[in-house]
């Protein structure tokens, strides 16, 4: 069709001047924030087998993902997600390396979306992977960096927000119910939906279901964890409960505590995460802009056991919230005589970065008349006499 | 966020919707009688007038922290955001239904099925292992199994005096519909004591 020619695909677009400086910026500060902290990048292959993210039980459902077939048949994507890649290469190809793992990643990854939804199928990550490290020390470091990516990119209003698998889990566990009505549960706590979590849980008359009924409800400050201790006696619960108070209290010590809260109704995928799910908002965005857990298991369909910890930023998203600084105007045009070339590259480099371009006129006159359509407030003539700047008002 | 924006359907919510913001003790004489605005200032809250798909969008991106919209809209539209409240008003329900007399579930021939909801009709035929062909109606869907254009309709029956009227008869229930407040996650998140306490005071007048 004619118009493929000039039109881009859905779920695609192009991207101007201030968006993708802004957009540098703020992965560029990112990235200094994650080598700061010793990790190290690697970039995986836009374009993955197909079995790769479905073997391991990866939540993304496979309308969402861009399939394309190999010559040979095999059935190939571009890459959905991040994590499960990094996964594969921490358990194979860097198998002799010795843990933990740091690794980071700045890339972009392609999820299918419904049409005219205002969503871009090509997706700007940036994250990290803390790989082969248990335990409470790792989570934290995870969970802090999340804070400081938003510091790093000088977001004001933010919010770091944490839940536990195992709480869940463990007052399901307690109803005795089948996996499909756990699934079932586990929605309707995801979505906030009260209506159908009662009616989920008429039939269930117990501690454990009263607490599932309080859950979307446990959201908030520090609070909200003794609240929860209040409702149950279930081991495993209070034990969940208890390791998420030990982070908020190693941040806290930290000064970081004001940017902690807290769901515990906060249950997405969680044939994927093994213990502490976090979320990260700011304001001016509709959903988070980063997201991470722990997720022990997924290492071991690649045949090793590695405890891992990470999350992922959408970059994109994190940076139409925060007010850019506005886009650098030609101000200062330079034009130059033959032979002038490396004195005119000299008064350019001298200027604030983007600011002032060479003029290619053959002559003076045609090179001010160019600058004040290009609306610059000044032209700099380079010539061997020296450098004569012509002020041009309006 | 300066003030809390809530989008409102327009329609056979409207009335039930405004009925309740009164309630609440918001002004609403500007919700009456709207003219041609769509953004409307009531006080301490913003309201937005809009069609049912658009005000499950509005809420999933953010552009409004609230919205109330009928379980049939989000059943259709999906989408994430938070589903916190049944309101209890605009009650009806999603039905299955076919020329009085028939059997809609008789023999091997490939049914087809005319709705306004696509989405309902498939995941409703997906759960009793039918294949059946769905053709998506914009109006009066009814008019589908006259014209000899469907087997059967799936839609949404309040009283089921149209179905009647037009030699229809329900053949199954699908589920209960309502109106149900909606949340945005991020803006619950961020704004939680403005929007918990909106929907404490929704819950309060409603009882």
């Known amino acids: ?394 | 966020m300066d003030k809390l924006r809530l989008a409102i359907t327009k329609g056979r919510l409207l009335d039930s919707s405004i009925e309740m913001l009164e309630r609440m003790g918001y002004d609403c004489s500007a919700l009456k009688n709207p003219g041609r605005k769509l953004l409307l200032n009531m006080g301490g809250l913003d309201v937005v007038l809009a069609k049912a798909p658009d005000v499950v969008t509005c809420v999933e991106l953010g552009a409004c922290a609230l919205g109330i919209a009928g379980k049939d809209t989000i059943m259709e539209h999906g989408g994430s955001f938070y589903e916190v409240l049944d309101l209890g008003f605009g009650r009806c329900r999603f039905a299955l239904a076919a020329p009085r007399g028939s059997d809609f579930f008789k023999g091997y021939k490939t049914r087809r099925v005319a709705s306004k909801y696509p989405k309902v009709a498939r995941d409703y035929f997906l759960t009793k292992n039918m294949d059946v062909s769905i053709i998506k109606i914009e109006g009066s869907v009814e008019l589908a199994p006259i014209l000899g254009l469907a087997d059967g309709i799936v839609d949404i029956v309040e009283s089921g005096n149209t179905l009647k009227a037009n030699g229809l008869a329900i053949v199954e229930e699908i589920c209960p519909v309502s109106a149900r407040l909606i949340v945005n996650a991020a803006a619950l998140k961020l704004y939680k004591s403005e929007i918990v306490g909106f929907i404490d005071r929704c819950r309060e007048v409603l009882k």
């Not at chain 1, 933010?158 to 089948?178: K, P, V």
């Not at chain 1, 045949?303 to 506005?326: H, I, M, N, W």
Request: overall charge negative; hydrophobic content about 40%.
């Open chain 1, 1 to 394: 069709m004619e118009s493929y020619k000039v039109n881009t695909p859905e779920g695609t677009r192009d991207r101007f001047f201030a968006e993708c400086e802004e957009l540098r910026q703020i992965r560029g500060a990112m990235v200094g924030l994650f080598r700061q902290w010793g990790y190290r990048e690697v970039i995986t292959p836009a374009l993955e087998y197909y079995d790769l993210f479905v073997k391991v039980g990866n939540p993304l459902p496979q309308e969402k993902l861009l399939k394309l077939s190999e010559h040979s048949g095999s059935i190939l994507v571009l890459r959905p997600d991040c994590t499960t890649p990094v996964a594969r290469v921490a358990a194979t190809r860097l198998g002799d390396l010795p843990l933990p793992l740091r690794l980071y990643y700045d890339q972009t990854v392609f999820r299918a979306g419904a049409a005219n939804a205002g969503k871009s199928f090509e997706i700007a990550q940036c994250g990290i992977e803390l790989i082969g490290a248990a335990g409470l020390k790792a989570d934290v470091e995870a969970v802090c960096m999340a804070v400081n990516v938003f510091k790093a990119v000088g977001a004001r209003a933010f919010r770091i927000e944490l839940g536990h698998s195992g709480f869940f889990l463990a007052l399901a566990s307690e109803l005795g119910l089948g996996a499909e009505e756990t699934e079932r549960l586990r929605c309707c706590i995801a979505g906030k939906n009260l209506t159908l979590l009662a009616e989920q849980l008429k039939p269930c008359a117990s501690p454990a279901a009263n607490a599932l009924m309080r859950m979307p409800w446990l959201f908030g400050g520090a609070e909200i964890l003794g609240q929860a201790e209040a409702l149950t006696k279930n081991k495993a619960a209070l034990e969940a409960l208890d390791y998420l108070r030990q982070i908020y209290c190693e941040l806290d010590a930290a000064g970081l505590g004001r940017h902690i809260s807290f769901d515990l109704g906060l249950v997405q995928d969680l044939d994927y995460y093994t213990g502490i799910i976090f979320r990260g908002y700011v304001e001016g965005a509709g959903g988070s802009v980063l997201a991470g857990g722990r997720y022990d298991g997924l290492s071991r369909s690649f045949g090793r056991e590695l405890p891992s910890t990470g999350f992922a930023v959408y970059a994109e998203d994190l940076a139409a919230c925060l007010k850019g600084g506005a886009f650098q105007d030609t101000e200062v045009v330079i034009y130059y005589e033959s032979g002038c070339l490396s004195k005119a590259l000299e008064n350019l480099e001298l200027l604030p970065e983007g600011s002032a371009e060479l003029s290619h006129c053959a002559t003076e006159a045609e090179a001010l008349q160019s600058a004040r359509e290009k609306g610059a407030s000044s032209l700099l003539v380079v010539s061997k006499d020296g450098v004569r700047e012509v002020r041009l008002n309006g």
